[in-house]
């Protein structure tokens, strides 16, 4: 006896017994209207944490630096590289232009984003909420500067339950100056999508630059210090739809975080002491490290809650305190509930009888062979197949569209008023108004011409040269040039109209071509 309790007292030294509390959980949750009961995350160390520390940084980064990286279209357009240019009516990315009458790429990303949200949710659960939420992302970064300042868990909430002194209020006053300055910067670099990112930063620091931007950077400080550095968890709770929705993506074989109480239960803080008296016990030794790193303030152990946004930072305080008393990884792990309930079914033998680790393992204290353990190839089913292909199709549609796209546009609108003019000759006039598109930020020289009603010509209002059956006519880098134009038919091939004809715009150096079937209206014809 002496031996075990020996090997106890190791044990809890080794073991950080926390007092933690799961104050967001369903089974604790508070009225809606009462006060936040605050929630301090510890620190944690793992896997996972390291790969949210990778995911915030490069989400960061793209957010913050994309405005500032330059791409050269030459001189006739802007060089940044990504820009919405709500004046001209354009969005650059990269060596990608979008017009106003293109929005179906955007809409195509969208269906993209819905469906590979669809796909991430159904396969691994809410790991989009867990890392690459941009809520999840800015309260790390807050609680980053939290911890630097006011210390890890235990000394933030003696601080907080402290009076308040000169160091108190010091640290409080830096702590939200410094996200005060960071929510500045998120809305700051919101705006610099929108123009120039360089001289807008010069005309908003010299207060030069237009009420919207210190409009737009003051409702994103707002928003991102109270939603980052306030509120927190409940956002997650109460506000995001995303939770409810969830529901409905995930099945039996999608992974998420789960407490494994077939191999934890029952709980002992002191379990070779209960062994030796020959009681059953878990690999669960009640530690709360789970429940102290949980940014969201539940217990993972009270099994699939809503609040959980499967951060997985639970599985690296579990792994830690598993790898201290020499047990296996995984009493917290991502699993599929089809797993799960098998392994619970042998812990509790057909759930006829209570959990007896002792079901699991075999004589030599690993896991039985019955024991499910999760095998990667069943992410391949039909459901997140069938998302998988709505994806790849939506993208592959885009870039079809995209490198099919002509860069030449042509639209014809007939005059209403007058249908036609009879000239003094007896031959027929009909105006056309003619707007040529060039979608490229170089300029350029059309032919516009004729094709059909082969005694017709056509005269360009303002342009030199007579009647003909083309015209070269100059264009502007990325804009739209708009001309009128007259198409004449002689009065003794009046038959020639009931044939119809096209206005044909091309750029012959590009081989870019674009056409319009026309109409064109005689007394007595149909209209």
């Not at 809890?12 to 104050?23: F, N, P, Q, S, Y």
């Not at 680790?357 to 990667?376: E, K, L, N, T």
Request: include cysteine; glycine fraction near 8%.
């Amino acid at each position: 006896m002496n031996i075990y309790n020996a090997l106890e007292r190791s044990q809890d030294a080794a073991i950080e017994r926390l007092d933690a509390e799961a104050v967001n959980s369903a089974k604790v949750r508070r009225p809606l209207y009462e006060k936040r009961k605050k929630i301090f995350p510890k620190r944690a160390e793992g896997r996972f944490r390291r790969f949210k520390w990778i995911v915030m940084l490069i989400t960061l980064g793209i957010y913050y630096l994309t405005p500032w990286i330059r791409w050269d279209r030459g001189a006739h357009a802007p060089d940044q590289a990504v820009l919405v240019d709500l004046a001209a009516r354009r969005f650059y990315f990269f060596f990608i232009e979008i017009w106003p009458q293109e929005f179906f790429f955007v809409a195509g990303l969208l269906v993209m984003a819905g469906f590979g949200l669809f796909l991430v949710t159904s396969a691994i659960g809410r790991a989009w909420c867990g890392y690459a939420c941009p809520q999840t992302v800015w309260v790390d970064l807050f609680l980053v500067v939290e911890r630097a300042i006011e210390g890890d868990r235990n000394a933030r909430m003696k601080l907080d339950a402290g009076p308040w002194t000169l160091d108190k209020l010091g640290k409080r006053v830096t702590k939200h100056g410094i996200w005060l300055a960071i929510a500045v910067a998120t809305g700051g670099a919101w705006i610099f999508y929108f123009a120039d990112a360089p001289k807008l930063l010069a005309s908003f620091v010299t207060l030069q630059a237009a009420p919207v931007a210190y409009i737009t950077v003051a409702v994103l400080t707002a928003t991102t210090y109270v939603f980052g550095g306030l509120m927190r968890e409940q956002v997650c709770t109460y506000m995001c739809p995303w939770p409810r929705i969830q529901a409905a993506m995930v099945d039996e074989n999608s992974l998420v975080v789960t407490y494994n109480d077939w191999r934890g239960e029952p709980r002992s803080r002191h379990a070779k002491k209960a062994a030796a008296a020959g009681a059953s016990v878990g690999d669960c030794v009640d530690c709360n490290a789970c429940v102290a790193v949980c940014p969201m303030g539940i217990d993972i152990r009270d099994g699939q809650q809503l609040e959980c946004i499967t951060c997985a930072l639970c599985i690296d305080a579990c792994d830690a305190v598993m790898d201290k008393i020499g047990k296996e990884r995984g009493l917290i792990a991502y699993a599929t509930l089809s797993d799960y309930s098998a392994n619970m079914a042998l812990a509790t033998d057909g759930g006829t009888r209570p959990i007896d680790p002792a079901r699991i393992r075999a004589a030599d204290g690993s896991f039985s062979d019955q024991v499910r353990h999760f095998d990667w190839r069943i992410i391949l089913r039909l459901r997140t197949v069938f998302y998988f292909a709505i994806w790849m199709l939506a993208g592959l549609g885009l870039v079809f569209a995209l490198v099919s796209r002509d860069r030449l546009g042509l639209n014809v609108i007939h005059d209403r008023n007058p249908q036609f003019v009879v000239e003094s000759d007896g031959s027929i006039r009909n105006g056309y108004e003619v707007k040529l598109l060039n979608m490229i930020p170089e300029p350029r020289v059309i032919t516009l011409s004729i094709e059909g009603l082969p005694h017709a010509t056509m005269r360009i209002s303002g342009q030199e040269g007579g009647d003909g059956r083309s015209f070269d006519i100059p264009v502007q880098p990325d804009k739209v040039t708009a001309v009128k134009v007259f198409v004449t038919l002689p009065k003794d091939f009046r038959a020639e109209a009931e044939q119809g004809f096209s206005l044909v715009a091309e750029d012959r150096p590009g081989g870019e071509r674009g056409s319009y079937d026309a109409r064109f209206n005689v007394p007595g014809g149909a209209r």
